[in-house]
């Protein structure tokens, strides 16, 4: 296999894809929105557990609540896809255990996050007086 | 493997299977650093929870009152309790990592520190979320 090829030589034409560090850079600036986007979440959070659903859906009604709650979703559920990516890849070495489990991280992370953006969505758009 | 030919010394083994008596022991870093893995499987979880909120109170009012109710409960207690840990912790390492990021923060004894003050500031910040909340009355 190694035969009397140099280590560049095979290297070469299986090397950079020229984006993997599309990855690192995605996971910092996710990391650094929800810093501040999970401190705002935990103050709203102590407002919430008091809330009734009339509280609560008045509460995400506010367009900058539905915002920050929106972009909240997406960092956190984009931030998760990665990091799950990375321990799926760490730890499952069958390629096709692998595979299937990248698969499924792709599915409920992008799956979760569109349920979540859309409920927020639907309850922001909603008139005060729907109660469906 | 590890039967060595007479008059040689035994061939060298991986740290990590070093059990006892090797070059590795547990450090408050290496726990910090698993930690982080843990509570970040922690808040996947805790993100599902969140979509099922968003989920509850899009779907009407019987849907929220359980989900309120499931929250109330004392499993759903428990579970927000110990998510509210892997926050505080995320938070605070993943600042960790970014320090790192930009540089900082390597030395052995700062890696040492940070790490007993993301975990320090994770156990403070959840009891005295908890606390508050205790004594506002909204448990």
Known sequence: MAGIRTPLARARGMGSSKHGVGHFIAQRVTAIALVLLVLWAVVSALALVRADYDGAAAWLRSPINATLAALLAIAAFWHMQLGMRTIIEDYLAKPAAKGLCLVLNVFVTWGGGAVTVISILKVAFSSSGMNV | ?139
């Open chain 2, 1 to 139: 493997m590890a039967d060595a030919p007479p008059g040689l010394r035994p061939r060298p083994i991986s740290p990590q299977v070093q059990l006892n008596g090797g070059i590795w022991r547990w450090h408050l870093t290496m726990a910090a650093s698993i930690l982080h893995r843990v509570t970040g499987v922690g808040l996947y979880l805790g993100a599902l929870v969140l979509m099922v909120w968003a989920l509850c109170l899009a779907s009407g009012q019987g849907a929220y009152a359980a989900f309120a109710a499931f929250a109330g409960s004392l499993i759903g207690k428990t579970g927000f309790f110990v998510l509210t840990l892997c926050i505080f912790y995320h938070l605070a390492n993943g600042l960790r990592h970014l320090a790192w990021d930009a540089g900082y923060g390597f030395k052995p004894q700062t890696a040492t520190q940070t790490a007993s003050l993301a975990i320090g500031f994770a156990i403070v910040a959840t009891l005295a979320l908890w606390g508050l909340l205790a004594v506002t009355g909204a448990l």
